[in-house]
């Protein structure tokens, strides 16, 4: 036992569990959430409508990132049309009034869709660490092609890994394996 | 810091030279002036484009480096300076137009040392200011790159003392062995030309004198030998005439002194000043003029008609008179009702009239003499006591001379600036002629096709380089001063004869014009002023003799319904020797639009007949078959007579075929010159001697289509004042309102211009910002009078020539890329079975609500305080959004660089104007570089502008004064009196761009039911 | 099944197919060797490609005088280009953002290639702005940046500003919302290759993409972000470009109806376009199962609602002019149907209005070959549209002193030429090496329409 | 796996630093930096060593006496070498030097020779003028080139007398020539430093007095 706690100390152990259908891994998440297991995570390729829910996931707060960023995006062009138009240096323009505001609104929008998507992208893929060149880690290599993985963790003394590999089975799994995962100090 | 680490740089940098042409300096005095006027500036043009093409392309890699220089430039100072001459400061000196022999005043501009504009002197006593295309022109001759640089002994190099001692020992020679000498020039209007020439040839047993003119005044001198005994042209004064009939004169355009007549002609149809004495001008003429578009009634008839209708016009006047007139005319004439209404009209202006008429038959001028008699205008609109020139009465004197040369009498022969073999209609036989005489002395500027026949070639100054006078009549006589010192060793006519001269006197020319006038001007007051007025030159013993008097006989043929030939001078071209000046050939014609080519115009309903559309090249032989036939293109001529086939003379010169190089040389570029190698074709060869006059109209000709073409280059596509029928709604107005115009009788009536459709719900339509662009300053703001407006172009060349403007070729014109500033539209507009004429020159309007201003992305159009329309041109990124957004497509683009390879020439560039580069937007500017010295001028003596110091070169030219500019904000100011006219509006108010350009309606002395616009 | 087949419950893809053959047959256009024919395709594409870059060096070193242009029309050829290209690139924003927000399922199969196909048009389309400016070594003076020339900006008034930012920003979301459609797919095909320089670039550009659910959910909202954000984009983006003429002073041009007219037009042309890479990407690589008759019809459904748009825009236009009581109003579309150029309107009339109308028949929507046929007419149709707006609108404006024609040189076809060029090379450049068809959102949408799952 | 990532890391720092080194250097050259066409800073070598140091900071020599088109023209122009022959018909040489050969001459008991200094010598080799100050025959004079140091650019406009006449003083523009040995250019002579000064004045005058500087962009670009 004490072994075992030391082993936790330093290793994560994760319960892998490969499926073959949309339906099966549905049903297995749905099913491991209710079991109380924890889920570290799913695998799929492609994105399985239902599996949020089935994961119990909270809704994603990038729209606020996209609002908040493209709000300042306008707000910055606007007073910027306006200081360059209007106040920096005022110039005749075709008799036009110097703060000419409905004529600053194309661009004003143009750049608030640009600050808008470019950091919502950006904030998802810092947020998801996804980096040009960065190393995939993948739970099995058919998860781009066409595995569903729900990946357990063992999180603690109470799990039975026995029982959860059977009930796995059950809910459809092709395949299960235990991982560990060298914590580095 | 880093100050001395880039020092290394510069010393590795040479400067780069461009290949500058050095300027030629003559003469090694002691160096009172610098090795080149402006130093400072040498050769800077090229460097400036070399500079803005290359920027672009450094910018991206040299940002980094951060050590990229521009090219080192060179200050060179003078070594002693002249008192006069502040660098960069412009000095103005006073002379007379040497471009044709009207004598107009000029002002020249010199600038660091060279001559590069040229303006109507506002002083003047003939020209009164205006200046016309040619006179504007001809500074760019100055910088002729083909002119001859030293004289030439056999076509080689020699130098002055060399010829001057070979020739003056073969003049002493002839002088003994009374061999025959014959000196041929032109015209001569200088009566110290006079003086000096008759001088030479006293000291000669066997001298003539031969004067000649392609262009020549012969009938008009022989018509008053025979009515008043005196060979002379009278002074005609346009402006004291109510009553104005023309017969075939181009006075406006062409004819004598077209400046003088405009400006005097001008004056009487000022409808604002004074309606009631508003000129009536009936003109008669066959093909269509810039005159005959001015006329209030015009009428088109052939050469043959006129002998029928100057006869009937005369027996109707001499009815009146109580005088006998051998004939009663054809009173069975299509034009006899306007006929009798004109002879009512002049005889009751009687002396207040003036009948002009532009025959070579003597004949036809002494009806036309006995007309202006029986009127009493002798004395009052004609002054032959002061005349406008004195003259030869035939133009026999050159053939005569042919004669002699042929038959190998002739033992010496002088040509002083005349090429016979070329303008003359059997200048191959002179060419062979020449070679017969014994020694050829030529006076020319350049080789050409006759001076290339002498031995010794003794070029001349050009007129701005030398001193010379021109008798103007009236009593004044005008002076030419070298402006800038020669530009390579040439020397004037005047002092060469006065070298070759027995007594071998060596006298320079302005002590030779200082002579000939003693105590009889005060001479610095003279040559300041640019003219004097002096005692009269002779007595008038002017009794009209009536025995001369007689009807016209046959004063045209063809008789019948045959093709008449018609020769013209073109309003920029005249007889060609101006040839070589790319500004006049890229002068689009005020009538045809036309530019870089003469051509055969044809009526419309006879091109009809013969299945000849314009561009079809056609053969066109004189009926005798004296002449060979000619090729040239045709062109359909509205409102001109059906039996006439018109050619410009003045064309296919040899010295055009320089022009192969003119304008961008590109896959699909088309050559400037035709198959012939040259601009247009050689009429000359078609003018023929009659009665001793040379005769410019009248031939029969026949005229055949060739199955080749000729496309002319035309600046205008669509010529109708109505927009086509059939894409017009039905029920809406085919005219739209950009020309303006009533009759006099109608203005009278309402003082304004008759209401149209466009404006009923346009008028004022206000402002949605009446507060951010309130003008408080100057507002500057132009008024352009259509009704004394003749379309003669003099301000587009002198906008041409202020603002660098270059010249594109005739393929870039082809393609609506011509680069004027200045247009002048022209319409034509059909009413009661006459053709009517509208002319309106077009510049930059400057919007206050510029439509061009909005789009520009860069800033590079904006609006300045004054109400200008600003172009930076180094700021233009060359979208053309502005061009495409302007209602008035003034906007001019750079589509290629339009070279401007010819480093002499570009001694004429104005250097305050930048040379727009590849790719950039321009356009008028309203001279905002003279706005800009006024200012600094203002300000330096802090005083505000005063209304008349700025002109603009549109204005400055004007010899009509057509063009105002001014401070709209002033409301004393010439302009805004023009504005409150009720004849003002400008152009598209419709559409609230709001111009501060404005125009004065046309108004035409017609009766209501005449109204051009009231038809239909 | 087959008894009742409709739109909604007949499966979108054909054949079976598991997410397996999904993978399969959509990366074996990508893994295996270049075919003939597509070698063929490309040595014609790049040979048009490098004409056009001739001539546009050429113009560049010798001056946009080498075009047809003149005073009085300076814009043609390259502005008809450009919009022509922009109309095109269109539809690919529209079917992926537009489409998704309205849940149409069966964009997934055209949705990756629609994409790439905007891009490549932008890219054509952003040339022409470029190389018709005068001066375009200059073209950075359209960006506001802090310079030596103090205090000037630029003209925040003028259309080709709002020009310039929205066909960059519209480029830049549209390769954007490309490239994150494309992770999954890069993943999957990273995962796909054997080693070698293609799977190591698409290992680099996959961002280690490994299909955890906790992304694909933040992937989801960024992509249905990008989706709202590129919906009003793609609106913005014709309606600006309608402004380049739509605020001028020129009859013609000076028109409110224009904004609604050029979007209709451009997604009318775009899906045109589409459909005609579609129906030769289908043949030639060999995927009708997953671009099905079905697609076929939606997407010719979608023509003959925006053609019907743009029908009703050159009708309104001509009742627009003449209730304007405008003179020159109306005489700018009396001068377009039947002044000079008026074969270019009848073209452009009988392209885009009649051609389409064949449509109406579901045996034609059926007939590949007719639909092929139809769109091409439509390609020409909507370039000769722009070219009617803007050359017609200019060669007659108001002075008629000003009325000039215009004719095209060989240097300016020879551009269009290039344009063309590009955009095969690029496109069969995508088909080469990227996954034609988005396997990611396919696999999503297998079960569609299949009863028993 | 270990050794990969190792060496990633090792690549890492390795670029890192080569980066900062870069960016280092790239700080450093930033006072250095000019944007083409801006010469703030140049100051060619001259064909003659001519001090404005000595001529207008120690002997108090008016700007405009040699750059008289200051007031009247937009050129203020080089002065001719004639107006150098002024003085320097005089002055050939400096005091010292003359002093020098005076003492010199003294020692040596002959009479002191005329002292000539090198630079002066090339304005009398300008004018092809003999030691006696008279022409030299068969010689021709040949204006001395000075190398431009102010240059506008062509598309420029710019009117030395429409500041001179107000009062804008010639260190504005010129920078504090009278203690410079050879002349260097002070401002980057850059639209944005002529706009600002434009601005600046039309709210605080130029000594007092109220100017209206226009601000249009053809006051200076036609």
Redesign the interface.
């Known amino acids: 036992m004490a072994e075992r706690i030391n082993r936790l100390a330093s290793n994560r152990r994760f319960l892998l569990a490969i499926f073959s259908s949309?339906?099966d891994i549905l049903a297995a998440t749905a099913d491991a959430r209710d079991r109380g297991l924890s889920i570290a995570?799913?695998?799929?390729?492609?994105?399985?409508?239902g599996?949020?829910k089935a994961?119990d996931?909270r809704?994603?707060r990038?729209?606020w990132v996209?609002f908040a960023l493209?709000f300042a995006g306008a707000g910055f062009k606007v007073w910027?049309?306006f200081w360059?138009?209007a106040t920096?240096?005022p110039?005749?323009?075709?008799?036009?009034?110097?703060n000419?505001l409905p004529?600053?609104f194309?661009?004003t929008?143009?750049?608030m869709?640009?600050f808008?998507?470019?950091s919502?992208?950006a904030a998802?893929?810092l947020?998801?660490?996804?980096?040009?060149?960065?190393?995939?880690?993948?739970?099995s290599?058919g998860?781009?092609?066409?595995e569903f993985?729900l990946v357990i963790e063992e999180t603690d003394a109470t799990f039975c890994l026995d029982e959860v590999t059977a009930r796995l089975r059950v809910m459809g799994a092709t395949s299960v394996e235990e991982r560990v995962e060298q914590e580095s100090v | 810091m880093s100050d001395n680490s880039s020092k290394e740089y510069w010393k590795s940098l040479e400067r780069r030279s461009d290949g500058v042409r050095p300027l030629p300096v003559a003469g090694d005095e002691f160096a009172s002036v610098p090795d080149a006027p402006g130093g400072e500036r040498k050769g800077v043009e090229l460097r400036r484009r070399d500079f803005l093409a290359a920027a672009g392309f450094v910018l991206g890699s040299a940002t980094l480096s951060g050590c990229a220089r521009a090219p080192v430039e060179k200050a060179i100072p003078y070594l002693v300076a002249p008192e006069t001459i502040v660098p960069g400061r412009a000095t103005y000196y006073a002379s007379t137009c040497g471009a044709c022999s009207a004598g107009c005043g000029m002002v020249v501009k010199n600038r660091d040392g060279r001559a590069i504009k040229v303006e109507g002197n506002a002083e003047h006593p003939v020209s009164h200011g205006g200046l016309c295309a040619v006179g504007q022109a001809s500074v760019l001759g100055l910088y002729d790159s083909h002119r001859l640089e030293h004289p030439l002994q056999d076509g080689q190099e020699a130098t002055w003392e060399v010829v001057d001692s070979e020739v003056t020992h073969r003049f002493d020679a002839m002088r003994k062995s009374g061999a025959a000498v014959r000196l041929l020039t032109g015209t001569v209007t200088s009566p110290t030309k006079r003086r000096v020439i008759q001088a030479f040839l006293k000291s000669f047993p066997n001298a003539k004198h031969i004067e000649y003119a392609m262009l020549s005044t012969s009938a008009i001198c022989g018509a008053h030998r025979k009515t008043h005994g005196q060979s002379v042209v009278p002074r005609y004064s346009f402006d004291k005439a109510a009553v104005i009939v023309g017969f075939d004169a181009d006075f406006l355009g062409t004819w004598l002194s077209p400046v003088a007549f405009t400006a005097g002609w001008s004056k009487g149809r000022r409808a604002d000043v004074d309606t009631k004495n508003f000129s009536y001008h009936a003109q008669f003429e066959s093909r269509l003029t810039v005159t005959g578009g001015k006329a209030d009634r015009r009428v088109a008839i052939a050469p043959a008609q006129l002998g029928s209708v100057m006869n009937r016009l005369a027996s109707l006047l001499a009815t009146r008179a109580g005088v006998a007139f051998g004939a009663t005319g054809d009173d069975t004439d299509v034009h006899a009702p306007v006929i009798e209404g004109l002879a009512a009209r002049l005889w009751h202006a009687r002396g207040k009239s003036l009948v002009v008429c532009g025959s070579q038959d003597v004949a036809t001028q002494i009806v036309c003499n006995f007309i202006n008699h029986m009127l009493g205008n002798y004395g009052a609109t004609l002054d032959i006591a002061r005349p406008f020139a004195e003259g030869e009465a035939s133009d026999t004197g050159a053939q005569e001379l042919l004669r002699e040369l042929q038959s190998g009498s002739v033992d010496a022969l002088i040509i002083d600036n005349v090429d016979p073999v070329y303008d003359l209609p059997n200048g191959a036989e002179f060419e062979a002629a020449i070679k017969q005489a014994g020694l050829v002395v030529s006076v020319a500027d350049r080789i050409n096709d006759t001076s290339k026949l002498a031995t010794y070639v003794c070029p001349d100054h050009h007129y701005l380089e030398s001193w010379g006078d021109v008798t103007l009549g009236g009593g004044f006589v005008g002076f030419q001063q070298p402006v800038m010192r020669a530009l390579f060793d040439t020397r004037s006519v005047l002092e060469s004869l006065s070298i070759w001269s027995a007594s071998g006197s060596h006298k320079s020319d302005q002590a030779l014009v200082r002579e000939t006038w003693g105590d009889q001007v005060a001479w610095n007051m003279a040559i300041h002023d640019g003219f004097a007025r002096i005692s009269e030159l002779r007595v008038a013993s002017a009794t009209f003799r009536n025995a001369a008097v007689k009807p016209i006989v046959d004063a045209g043929r063809p008789s019948g319904q045959e093709l008449a030939l018609v020769l013209y001078p073109k309003v920029a071209m005249r007889d060609g020797r101006h040839a070589s000046n790319p500004w006049l050939h890229e002068m689009p014609d005020p009538i045809t639009k036309v530019v870089w080519d003469n051509y055969a115009s044809i009526a419309e309903d006879t091109a009809g007949k013969l299945g000849i559309e314009t561009g079809d090249v056609v053969r066109v032989t004189l009926a005798d078959g004296k002449s060979p036939a000619i090729e040239l293109p045709a062109l359909v001529q509205p409102a001109q007579h059906d039996q006439v086939v018109a050619i410009a003379l003045g064309y296919g010169h040899p010295e055009s075929a320089r022009f192969k190089q003119v304008g961008p040389a590109w896959l699909e570029g088309k050559p400037t010159l035709g198959d012939n190698g040259l601009v247009g074709t050689n009429a000359a060869k078609l003018l023929t001697y009659r009665d001793g006059t040379l005769r410019l109209s009248g031939e029969h000709v026949s005229i055949a289509k060739t199955n080749r073409t000729h496309s002319l280059a035309c600046t205008q596509d669509y010529h109708n004042i109505e927009i086509p029928a059939s894409l017009v709604l039905p029920g809406m107005d085919r005219r739209r309102p950009m020309i303006q115009e009533t009759t006099l009788a109608a203005y009278e009536r309402d003082g304004t211009l008759p209401s149209h459709g466009y404006d009923a719900h346009h008028k004022d339509l206000g402002?949605?910002?009446p507060d951010?662009?309130k003008y408080e300053g100057y507002h500057w703001g132009m008024a352009i009078d259509l009704t004394t407006c003749t379309g003669c172009s003099a301000c587009v060349v002198s906008c041409q020539v202020e603002n660098n403007v270059p010249v594109v070729g005739r393929d870039e014109v082809a393609r609506k890329r011509i680069m004027h500033w200045l247009r002048i539209d022209r319409y034509y507009s059909d009413s009661e079975g006459t053709t009517d004429i509208l002319h309106q020159p077009v510049m930059c309007q400057h919007?206050?609500?510029?439509?061009?201003?909005?789009v520009?992305p860069v800033?590079a159009t904006?609006?300045?305080?004054e109400g200008l329309n600003m172009q930076t041109y180094n700021r233009c990124v060359g979208t053309r959004y502005c061009a495409n957004n302007c209602p008035y497509k003034v906007r001019r683009f750079n589509w290629f660089d339009y070279a401007h390879e010819d480093t002499l020439a570009n001694m004429a560039l104005n250097p305050d104007i930048t040379v727009r580069t590849r790719g950039v937007m321009e356009k008028c500017s309203l001279c905002v570089q003279r706005i800009e010295e006024a200012r600094i001028e203002a300000k330096k003596q802090g005083i505000p502008i005063a209304d008349g110091d700025i002109k603009t070169a549109c204005q400055q030219s004007c010899p009509a004064g057509s063009i105002v500019f001014g401070d709209m904000n002033d409301p004393k100011s010439a302009v805004s009196k023009l504005i409150k006219s009720g004849r003002h509006y400008r152009m598209l108010e419709e559409t609230n761009v709001?111009p501060s350009v404005g125009y004065l309606g046309l108004v035409r002395n017609r009766d209501e039911n005449e109204d051009p616009t009231h038809h239909g | 099944m087959a008894s009742m087949p409709s739109t909604i419950h007949s499966p979108l893809i054909l054949g079976d197919k598991?997410?397996?053959d999904v993978?399969n047959d959509i990366c074996a256009s990508v893994e295996r060797g270049p075919s003939l024919s597509w070698w063929v395709a490309i040595s014609i594409s790049s040979s048009m490609l490098l004409l056009g870059l001739i001539s546009v060096a050429y113009q560049i070193m010798t001056g946009i005088g080498t075009w047809g242009l003149n005073n009085t029309v300076g814009w043609a050829f390259d502005i008809t280009n450009f919009v022509f290209w922009v109309g095109i690139g269109h539809a690919g924003t529209l079917i992926s953002a537009v489409l998704f927000l309205f849940r149409q399922k069966w964009r997934t199969s055209v949705n990756r290639a629609a994409e790439a196909m905007t891009i490549i048009a932008v890219m054509c389309a952003g040339i022409f702005p470029l190389i018709h400016m005068g001066r375009p070594w200059l073209a950075h003076w359209m960006a506001?940046y802090p310079n030596t020339r103090?205090?000037?900006?630029?003209?925040?008034?003028s259309?080709l500003?709002?020009d310039f930012?929205?066909i960059s920003?519209y480029f830049?979301?549209s390769f954007?919302?490309w490239y994150?459609g494309m992770?999954?797919d890069l993943?999957?095909l990273?995962?796909?290759l054997k080693a070698g320089w293609r799977k190591t670039t698409a290992?680099?550009?996959?961002?280690?993409?490994?299909?955890?659910?906790?992304?694909?959910?933040?992937?989801?909202?960024?992509y249905l972000?990008?989706a709202g954000?590129?919906t009003?984009?793609v609106l913005?983006v014709h309606t600006?470009v309608s402004?380049d003429f739509a605020t001028s002073v020129i009859p013609g041009w000076h028109t409110t109806l224009l904004p609604p007219y050029f979007v209709a037009g451009a997604i009318f042309s775009g899906m045109s376009m589409v459909l005609t890479l579609m129906l030769i990407a289908r043949k030639t690589m060999r995927l009708e199962d997953y671009i099905t008759e079905q697609h076929v019809g939606a997407m010719c459904k979608m023509l003959i609602a925006t053609g019907g748009m743009v029908a009703m825009a050159y009708l309104t236009e001509f009742v627009t002019a003449l209730y304007s009581n405008s003179p020159y109003e109306q005489f700018a579309f009396m001068n377009r149907a039947f002044g000079p150029f008026s074969w270019a309107y009848w073209i452009m009339v009988g392209c885009n209005i009649l051609s389409p109308q064949i449509l109406w028949f579901k045996r034609a929507r059926s007939n590949m070959l007719v639909v092929f046929v139809v769109t091409i007419f439509i390609n020409i149709g909507m370039w000769f549209e722009r070219f009617v707006i803007i050359v017609t609108s200019l060669h007659r404006d108001y002075l008629p002193s000003n009325w000039t024609g215009y004719s095209p040189t060989w240097i300016e076809i020879a551009t269009l030429v290039g344009s063309f060029g590009l955009f095969l090379t690029l496109f069969l450049m995508f088909c080469r090496f990227i996954p034609v068809i988005a396997?990611?959102?396919v696999?999503?949408v297998l079960?569609h329409g299949r009863k028993n799952? | 796996m270990l050794t990969r990532d190792s060496k990633l890391q090792t690549l890492t720092v390795v670029l890192l630093i080569g980066a900062v080194f870069s960016l280092a250097t790239l700080v450093a050259r930033l006072g250095a930096f000019h944007i083409p066409g801006n010469q703030q800073g140049y100051a060619p070598e001259q064909p003659i060593a001519f001090s404005h140091r000595l001529h207008a900071g120690e002997l108090l020599i008016d700007c405009k006496y040699c750059h008289s088109g200051a007031e009247t023209s937009r050129h203020a122009g080089i002065p001719a070498t004639s107006v150098c022959m002024n003085c320097h018909s005089i002055v050939t040489d400096t005091l010292g030097s003359i002093r020098a050969e005076d003492e010199l001459a003294k020692e040596e008991k002959r009479t002191a020779r005329r002292m000539v200094s090198g630079e002066l010598q090339k304005i009398y080799d300008s004018l092809a003028l003999d030691e006696e100050m008279k022409t030299k025959p068969g010689k021709v004079p040949k204006p001395i080139e000075w190398i431009k140091v102010h240059n506008l650019p062509d598309f420029v406009y710019f009117n030395h007398s429409a500041h001179v006449s107000m009062n804008v003083a010639c260190d504005r523009c010129h920078g504090a020539v009278e203690t410079m040995e050879r002349v260097r250019q002070v401002e980057d002579l850059s639209m944005g430093w002529c706009?600002n000064c434009h601005r600046t004045v039309n709210h605080t005058g130029i000594a007092g007095t109220p100017v209206d500087a226009s601000?249009d962009?053809a006051a200076c670009h036609y």
């Open positions: 949309e339906n995570d799913v695998y799929t390729p492609y994105a399985v409508h599996l949020d994961m996931l809704p994603s990038l729209p996209c493209g910027f049309e360059t138009s920096d240096w110039i005749n323009v075709g008799g036009k009034p110097w000419s004529a600053f194309p661009v929008f143009e750049v869709v640009l808008a998507s470019l919502t992208v998802f893929l947020g998801r660490g996804l980096l040009p060149g960065r190393r995939a880690k993948l739970a290599p998860v781009t092609d066409n993985a | 402002d949605l910002w951010d662009h919007c206050d609500n510029a439509p061009c201003e909005t520009c800033l904006a609006h300045s305080e709001k | 598991n997410p397996s993978t506001p103090g205090p000037l900006w630029i003209n925040f008034r259309p500003v709002w930012f929205a920003t830049t979301i954007v919302f994150v992770i999954p993943a999957t990273r995962d796909r290992g680099f550009l996959s961002l280690g993409w490994n299909g955890s659910f906790r992304t694909w959910l933040h992937y989801e909202t960024v972000l990008l954000l590129a009003p984009l913005s600006i402004w396997m990611a959102e696999k999503g079960s799952q | 706009v601000l962009c």
